[in-house]
Structure formats: C-alpha cells, structure tokens
C-alpha cells in the first residue's frame, strides 16, 4: 500500500463538474482531485451540442416547461428552478475564464436550438462546446497551488467513520482499465492507499461503460453508485438511463461517435431505407429514439440515415466541422452530401446518488455533483444541453454549502440576464 494522503476536500472525477467545484472552493483549501482515466478521457470532453443560459425573463416560463415535458414532468420543479436562474451567472463565468463562446454580428452569444427546445437558448462553440469548458476550467485548475490531481487513479470505496464520510480508499488503474494509459506508468497498477478527507465530492461520471454501445468512455462504471449503495448512501431513479437518438452506426465495437442534437436543431433530418423522412426530428430525446426502434424494425434494418441536405453548407462548415472529418475518417462519407447511417446509442444517466439543492447525499461530509449525481432536475428524460448547465450549477452550489455552511442563494428575476452579464464582453 503506497502512503496515505490527506486534504480538507477529496473531488474524485476531473470533468466539468469536478473542475468548477475546485475552482469554487477557497483558495486557502487543500484540495486533492481523482481522475480514473487520463485527463482528457472524461464525457465533459466529448459533450457537442452546447450549454442551456437563460437568456431573458421572458424565456423562463419556456425554458422551464421545456425541460419539464421533456422529463415527462417527473422533475424536481426546485430543481429546475435552480438550474434555469443559475444559468445566467454560469456563463459569465465561463466568459471570465476564456471560454469562446460563438458570437453573433452584434457581438453577443449566437445560440443554437436542439430537440425539445421552443427556441434557440444554447450556447456552443462549433461542435465541440465540451472540449472547450473542460479544457478551460482544467487549465484554471491547474494554476491553483491549492491542487493536486492524480491522474489513473480509481475510488474503490468511501472511508467511513461515526456514519460520516471521511475521504476514499483508491487504487493505482491498471493500463487495460484506461484506454491511454502507457504500462509503463504503471507497473505499481492495484497498489492502494488513503485519501483521507473532511468533506468528499464525488463527480466520476456515468455508466456508458456498462453498456457494450455508449457514446461514454469505456471507464465510466457506475464506481461512485455502486461504492455509495454498498455505504448505504441513498440513491435514486437508477432505471433512467437515457438512449440518444443518432450515435454514428458502423464503426464496430467500443464508444460510439455522437453526432450531435443540434445537427438536427439547425434542419438535419431523419430518412428511412426509402430515403423519406419518417418522424419530427426536434421531439424530446426519447421520442426521436422510438421512431428511429420502430422505422427499424417496419423497415428490417439496423439503422436509419440522417441527411443534412437541408442545412446550409456554411452551417456546416462552421458548427458542424468535427463531425464532418470524423465521417469521412470512419466512414468516407461526407455530410455536406452523404446521408450518414446513424442509430440510438445509451448516452446518458438521469438517476444517480440522491443530493440535495446543495449537493449534499444522505451521508454527512459526502457530496455529489454531475452525472454521478441525481437531483431530480431531468426527471426521466434530459432535454438536450441541459447536463453541462446542471454539473456546473451543482458543483457550485456544493462548494458553497462547503465554504459557508449555507444554500447558495438564486439570484432575483432582473430583466435581460444575457444583456447584463455579457455587456462588457462586447
């Protein structure tokens, strides 16, 4: 067993939602982060489409219906409402830390619309809007001298005394066990040790690795809930498990290429083996995958196509590039006038440990945020490009219920959110 180590907060999981909780935390904290796999290897990287804001006041009663109807309203409606009003002041802080959101002529946010969505209200940056705010927020950690993060090591259970948490035992991953671990790195692989902990932030992702088709990476093993039931951690909604509707079909086995919601959002649609457009594309998630299992099976095949014929060649060129070379990388098929074969891929985890609006799990001194997490605020289904918005939000609120020992208070309804916090960006 290599030597213990102790910290004031242990965040195991190095996506958005681990990242943004170290950056919230008071510099003066001693803070040790986790990460299972690479750096680089974690979902927060892959996320394409964009990020939900709140662009006005006047947008609220929509945007929240929006991501109600689409969790077939078994939603935590306080939930939703700390997500929505949060929004705003997330972005600026993305702002502030370099994120290149795309701009319209004026100089303000350009947003996109996806499945689900009344109106356009989600920010991206081409098609790579995950790469983007991770890689930000990962830059901004690493310049804190209060952090250190160790990179290829797994939680294999939770330290536990008196009934509270008090940090994690972990292990050294394996090569097998990460897709870019070099064995040389780790010829110690299994050799466990301590982290010992006064508050615990679990934020490692979900279970795409469980499944033998995901658009997750491959670690992503459901540790944290698996470890939390084991604890008698209280968790919920474990059957909400969400299926994208286009994962790209026929690259054979391991992670399967999302092609992004949004590629529908800006006029992408759906064509069966006839080459006929068969179902409205901009239904919530697991509407569009129904229709996709069912013009399947009437048609006999594995996959349907999804034609981009009806979106601009600019649009693409701009906001849809990374999907385009992937294409003709993996299949030779080009997007500004091929059809690409695509079919529902498990893509994301609505249930999770139960949290609180502060994060906070049934078992003192733990926290959870992201898609480790379940705060009730997709209820069964996620809109799209709600995930970014919710891991950010709730991996604030925990820092401040840590820092203060008090809820994090929303902000009032003040007029044109995007207006006041992006002024002085312009």
Known sequence: M?????????????????????????????????????LEECDSMLAQGGICVLPDDADYDAFFEDTMRAGHYENRRESVEIMIRSSPAIIAD????GVAFERDESGGLAFTREGAHSRPRICYHADTTGKEITTRLLDAVRALPNVRILERVAMVDLLVAGGRCGGALVRLVAPEESTRTAPELREDAGACFRVRALRTILACGGIGGLYDRSTNY??????????????????????????HPTGLYGEGPGRTFLISESCRGEG????????????????????????????????????????????????????????????????GLDILHDPIPVVPTQHYFMGGISVDADGATSMPGLFAAGETACNG????NRLASNSLLESLVWARRAAWRISTGASLPLPLPSGNHVEQEFAWTR
Request: aromatic share 4%.
């Open 268 to 331: 992408a649609i759906l064509l069966n083996r006839a080459g006929e457009r068969f179902t409205d594309e901009l239904q919530p998630r697991d509407v569009v995958a129904a229709a996709i299992r069912e013009q399947m099976r009437i048609d006999g095949t594995d996959h349907v196509s999804l034609s981009f014929e009806r979106v601009a060649s600019e649009v693409i060129l701009s906001h849809f590039g990374t999907i385009r070379a992937h294409c003709l990388e993996a299949l």
């Open 2 to 38: 290599h030597e213990d180590l102790g910290c004031d907060v242990l965040i195991v999981g190095c996506g958005v939602a681990g990242l943004y909780a170290a950056l919230n935390l008071p510099r003066t904290c001693a803070i040790t982060m986790l990460s299972k796999g690479a």
């Open 377 to 380: 605020v997709h209820g069964r």
């Open 94 to 97: 993305l702002v502030r830390l």
């Open 218 to 243: 491959p670690q992503l093993t459901g540790d944290a809930c698996m470890i939390a039931a084991e604890r008698g951690v209280a968790l919920e909604h474990l059957d909400y498990v969400q299926i």
